[in-house]
């Protein structure tokens, strides 16, 4: 029956006139704001018993961490392409503003942490290291976006070969997955990051990708549909093909959360234009909003008990100060990296 449903929808959105500029910079920054929701809801909904809507939140997480890492290695081949000597002090200008939000949050984190009792001293952070674990309340994402712009760096800017670039890029993201795999790290880390590889080669070939989409796209988004259906599976088709180890569900993860990325992009993006004043705000905040909500969690968990009136005041809760918060990070971010610029300038 998934998969009926799952047509109907595919279907009803075909039937919507084309969004031509679904990757335009105010369509992706809504975007952003909505995945960067969505991924609140995901962190938020082991802790709500009640509703079973709501549970199906539980395991969407990878899929919409998959688009993020998608979206960003687009942004950057664009922005390379379109902008004359873009990686000249790329690791200062563009790192800045991932790095500076990523360590106001930190020193929130580590004083939140020592209030509460724990020990942080040199073993803390040896620990992290070894144990896969991060300062921020689920934020492995942010070390791996981090890592994510050092191989978009080091890939395009000793290559000039675009198409060289990008197979260097990707060689970087298998020998990550492996070395996590080997260091034991949670599936989290690595099942979602080849995404960003995708994110690369769409823009570097999107003419011949949308000339191709439209041409054959009812066929393609049946098909994707299809294949989406099946590789959300797969664990069920690795255990049934006695393939069960690690690096071959890294491999299987990673093909389903990419085939849900193009299904995403090429279903809903193309037809759905998430540029919008509130999604827009939120999508400038979002990367603040993705680190802070952890933190408002962990305290509104102490207060809330889950019922189903509680459930919904915690969530409200949870979003309303989210936001607060990482707009008050991100306006701060902001005058910081001004300042380091005018430095730089001077």
């Given at each position: 029956?998934?998969?009926v449903?799952?047509?109907?929808?595919?279907?009803?959105?075909?039937?919507?006139?084309?969004?031509?500029?679904?990757?335009?910079?105010k369509?992706?920054?809504?975007?952003?704001?909505?995945?960067?929701?969505g991924?609140?809801?995901?962190?938020?909904?082991?802790?709500?018993?009640?509703?079973?809507?709501?549970s199906?939140?539980?395991?969407?997480?990878a899929?919409?961490?998959?688009?993020?890492?998608?979206?960003?290695?687009?942004?950057?081949?664009?922005?390379?392409?379109?902008?004359?000597?873009?990686?000249d002090n790329?690791?200062?200008?563009?790192l800045?503003?991932?790095?500076?939000p990523?360590?106001?949050?930190?020193?929130?984190?580590?004083?939140?942490?020592?209030?509460?009792?724990?020990?942080?001293?040199?073993n803390?952070?040896?620990?992290?290291?070894?144990?896969?674990?991060?300062?921020?309340?689920?934020?492995?994402?942010?070390?791996i976006?981090?890592?994510?712009?050092?191989?978009?760096?080091?890939?395009?800017?000793?290559?000039?070969?675009?198409f060289?670039?990008?197979?260097?890029n990707?060689?970087?993201?298998i020998c990550?997955i492996?070395l996590?795999?080997?260091?034991?790290?949670?599936?989290w880390?690595?099942?979602?990051?080849?995404?960003?590889?995708?994110?690369?080669?769409?823009a570097?070939?999107?003419?011949?990708?949308?000339?191709f989409?439209?041409?054959?796209?009812?066929?393609?988004?049946?098909?994707?549909?299809?294949?989406?259906?099946?590789?959300?599976r797969?664990?069920?088709?690795?255990?049934?093909?006695h393939?069960?180890?690690s690096?071959?569900?890294?491999?299987?993860?990673?093909?389903?959360?990419?085939?849900?990325?193009?299904?995403?992009?090429?279903?809903?993006?193309?037809?759905?234009?998430f540029?919008?004043?509130?999604?827009?705000?939120?999508?400038?905040?979002?990367?603040e909003?993705?680190?802070?909500?952890?933190?408002?969690?962990s305290?509104?968990?102490?207060?809330?008990?889950?019922?189903?009136?509680?459930?919904?005041?915690?969530?409200?809760?949870?979003?309303?100060?989210?936001?607060?918060?990482?707009w008050?990070?991100?306006?701060?971010d902001?005058?910081?990296?001004?300042?380091?610029s005018?430095?730089?300038?001077?």
């Open positions: 029956m998934d998969i449903i799952l047509l109907l929808i595919t279907l009803l959105l075909y039937l919507l006139p084309q969004n031509k500029e679904y990757l335009n910079v369509s992706t920054s809504g975007l952003r704001g909505f995945l960067a929701l991924i609140i809801f995901h962190h938020i909904s082991p802790l709500v018993k009640t509703g079973e809507e709501f199906n939140f539980s395991y969407m997480g899929y919409i961490v998959s688009i993020f890492f998608f979206l960003s290695a687009y942004g950057l081949y664009v922005q390379n392409e379109s902008r004359e000597n873009y990686l790329f690791l200062v200008k563009r800045s503003k991932i790095i500076v990523f360590f106001i949050i930190s020193l929130i984190y580590m004083f939140y942490r020592f209030v509460n009792g724990q020990l942080i001293d040199l803390f952070f040896i620990n992290l290291f070894k144990q896969g674990s991060t300062i921020i309340y689920n934020g492995w994402f942010v070390d976006i981090i890592l994510m712009y050092i191989f978009f760096y080091l890939s395009f800017k000793f290559f000039q070969n675009k060289l670039s990008i197979v260097f990707t060689i970087f993201i990550y492996c996590a795999i080997k260091l034991g790290y949670n599936f880390w690595y099942n979602s990051v080849l995404a960003f590889a995708i994110g690369l080669i769409w570097k070939n999107q003419n011949k990708i949308d000339r989409l439209e041409k054959y796209y009812f066929i393609v988004i049946v098909l994707v549909t299809v294949l989406l259906f099946v590789s959300h797969y664990d069920i088709l690795l255990k049934y093909l393939i069960e180890d690096y071959s569900y890294a491999l299987a993860a990673n093909l389903d959360n990419i085939i849900f990325t193009i299904y995403f992009i090429i279903v809903f993006l193309k037809k759905i234009n540029s919008n004043v509130y999604l827009n705000l939120i999508g400038r905040i979002s990367f909003l993705y680190m802070i909500h952890g933190l408002v969690i305290m509104l968990a102490k207060i809330f008990v889950s019922s189903r009136v509680n459930d919904v005041l915690f969530t409200l809760f949870v979003l309303i100060i989210s936001l607060i918060l990482a008050i990070v991100n306006k701060i902001k005058r910081i990296i001004q300042k380091v005018l430095i730089q300038n001077q």
